[in-house]
Each structure stands twice: as structure tokens, then as C-alpha cells.
């Protein structure tokens, strides 16, 4: 068998409040390249970690990780919607692994996801249904959030049940960097945002959930503008964060206080423990380089936008 991990940024604002034509050419060429190594590897299995923005996953059940039985991608801002191929038989056996390797992960047999999971699967194997896919959510926005050690053992666990396959296995993890959209919270929200928090929020009606995109574009703007609008991006840890990817340091962000987190780069910055848990996933096969790393601040996208290959040395 062999494993190969991509990890990116997505953002629901792509296409709708876009920088400029030659930073889009950029991260069209750096996403085109990413789609062809992956097609030479041309792998019989994805696992892509993701987190969710309140479009499948509520107060009404809020796991720290769920592991996707079969999985329908809604197409929340354009995002492409449709059911994701999930092998039953091995998602069933991967769940069983994860538990008896000491990591409590949820199932689900109705997983609804949105863009998070829906954008590397268009971007980087062409649709939702291009290859087998095992969905497994890493909640990065609903307090109480796992710790980025519980993230790491996730991936672990996962990565040593992959061992176990005799295919080629694509590790993904979509999310992050430094960022601070406008994700209501349980705390401050309202009465009808508390409702949807905790549940309604899954069949939202058309116009509902356009004024939601709205408000987000909106903001995108406003960020592009006045930058003070929202938690400022930051840079500086966000290529920290590569580094300790690149070295195989990712073990240090064990330490590393959720609430510092999101002082320091923002409060959905915690989508980043999808990263830790695809790299945790792929060390398990031993030492391995990391290629390709491409970062930029992309205020339109209200984001730290990155994007990262690897694979282990013993497959150069």
C-alpha cells in the first residue's frame, strides 16, 4: 500500500468576493498542480478531515469527531451538493478502530456536510463522487472544542487502520489557516440564533439561508476594506504552523491552549486540527517530506489560505 496527504485552505467565498485576477491565477496553478500529483498517485481511498460552519452539526448533538457512514453534501455558497461515495463496509471497520484505539468518534449514517468537506473534493479530484471517500468531521467552532492532542491522536488512530488496507490512501485536511469569519456563538446569539444553533438550522428555508451567504460576503467586503472589521489575520503563526508541519513538530501544538488559539489568530483558526489529524494520519508510516507549501493572506476570503503536500521518504 502507499499514502500521499494534501492539505488546503477553503474558503465559501471563492467566486463571490474573489482577489485579484493574478493572485487567483496563482492558486489556480498551485491547486492544478496539486490535482495532478494526486492523479498520478491516482488513489483507491480518501479520508478527508473537515470541519462544518452550523450547516450538519448542532448543539443538538455535537460531537468532537464523527466519522461518516454515508454522507450528502448540501452546496451551501455554490459548493457542489450531492450524495459523497462512502464505502459503508470500511468506514463501519474504521470507526471500530478508532474506539479501540482509545479516541471516542461518533457515526453517522445521515452526515450532512458543506463546503469544508465539498471544496477539496471538486478542487482536487474533480466532484464529490470521483473516488471513495471516508468523511470524518473535526468540530472547530462549537465550545467546547478538542484539544489539538485529541485531534493528533485521531489522526493516529486513523493512520494505523489505514496500515491495515492494501490500497493507496490520500490523506486530506481542509481548513484553516489564521481567520475569524462571522460564526454566530451559543453565548452572545439571540433566541432565534440559539434555535438554529441547536438544531433548526439544518433545513433552513431558501431565503434564510441566502441572507446568511449574505451577511458573510458582506463582511468579506467590509474586511477588505477596514481590516480592524474582524480578528486580523496573522502570518506569523500561520507559517509557524507550516513549519511544525514540515518538521514533523506538530506533537508541540499539544500545549497549546485552545482559548490562546483564538486570541492569537482567530476563533476558527481551530480548523487547523484537520491538518494535524491528516499529518498525524500519515506519520504513522514513518518519516516523510513535506512539497508544494504555497501560503498567502487573502482578505477577501477573510482567510490565511495554505496548501501543503507529503508523503513518506520511503516512497521517493
Given at each position: 500500500m502507499s499514502v500521499y496527504l494534501h492539505c488546503l485552505s477553503h474558503s465559501p467565498l471563492v467566486g463571490l468576493v474573489d482577489p485579484t485576477p493574478e493572485v487567483l491565477a496563482e492558486?489556480?496553478?498551485?491547486?492544478?498542480?496539486?490535482?495532478?500529483?494526486?492523479?498520478?498517485?491516482?488513489?483507491?481511498?480518501?479520508?478527508?478531515?473537515?470541519?462544518?460552519?452550523?450547516?450538519?452539526?448542532?448543539?443538538?448533538?455535537?460531537?468532537?469527531?464523527?466519522?461518516?457512514?454515508?454522507?450528502?453534501?448540501?452546496?451551501?455558497?455554490?459548493?457542489?451538493?450531492?450524495?459523497?461515495?462512502?464505502?459503508?463496509?470500511?468506514?463501519q471497520d474504521c470507526a471500530s478502530a478508532v474506539l479501540q484505539a482509545g479516541v471516542d468518534a461518533a457515526v453517522s449514517y445521515r452526515m450532512q456536510v458543506d463546503h469544508g468537506f465539498a471544496q477539496p473534493?471538486?478542487?482536487?479530484?474533480?466532484?464529490?463522487?470521483?473516488?471513495?471517500?471516508?468523511?470524518?468531521?473535526?468540530?472547530?467552532v462549537a465550545k467546547p472544542l478538542p484539544s489539538f492532542q485529541r485531534a493528533r491522536l485521531l489522526g493516529e488512530a486513523i493512520g494505523q487502520y489505514t496500515k491495515s488496507l492494501n490500497k493507496r490512501v490520500l490523506f486530506i485536511g481542509s481548513g484553516g489557516l489564521s481567520h475569524q469569519p462571522p460564526v454566530p456563538e451559543l453565548a452572545t446569539a439571540n433566541a432565534q440564533i440559539a434555535d438554529r444553533l441547536m438544531g433548526s438550522g439544518r433545513s433552513l428555508a431558501a431565503p434564510e439561508r441566502e441572507a446568511r451567504q449574505q451577511?458573510?460576503?458582506?463582511?468579506?467586503?467590509?474586511?477588505?476594506?477596514?481590516?480592524?472589521?474582524?480578528h486580523p489575520l496573522n502570518p506569523e503563526w500561520d507559517q509557524r504552523f507550516l513549519t511544525l508541519l514540515a518538521e514533523d513538530?506538530?506533537?508541540?501544538?499539544?500545549?497549546?491552549?485552545?482559548?490562546?488559539?483564538?486570541?492569537?489568530?482567530?476563533k476558527s483558526t481551530h480548523e487547523v486540527k484537520t491538518w494535524v489529524a491528516a499529518f498525524a494520519a500519515l506519520s504513522m508510516f514513518g518519516p516523510y517530506q513535506t512539497t508544494d507549501a504555497y501560503y498567502r493572506e487573502i482578505p477577501e476570503w477573510i482567510a490565511g489560505f495554505g496548501s501543503i503536500s507529503a508523503q513518506p521518504y520511503s516512497a521517493i
Open positions: 492558486i489556480d496553478a498551485t491547486f492544478s498542480a496539486a490535482r495532478e500529483r494526486i492523479a498520478r498517485f491516482d488513489p483507491e481511498l480518501v479520508f478527508l478531515f473537515a470541519p462544518d460552519h452550523y450547516n450538519g452539526f448542532f448543539y443538538d448533538v455535537m460531537p468532537s469527531f464523527c466519522i461518516g457512514m454515508a454522507a450528502e453534501a448540501l452546496g451551501d455558497f455554490g459548493s457542489a451538493a450531492g450524495a459523497l461515495d462512502v464505502p459503508l463496509e470500511l468506514a473534493l471538486e478542487l482536487l479530484l474533480g466532484g464529490l463522487d470521483q473516488c471513495p471517500v471516508i468523511p470524518v468531521f473535526i468540530n472547530a451577511r458573510v460576503i458582506l463582511a468579506a467586503r467590509r474586511f477588505v476594506e477596514d481590516q480592524a472589521s474582524l513538530r506538530f506533537v508541540e501544538l499539544d500545549y497549546l491552549d485552545n482559548e490562546q488559539l483564538s486570541e492569537t489568530a482567530g
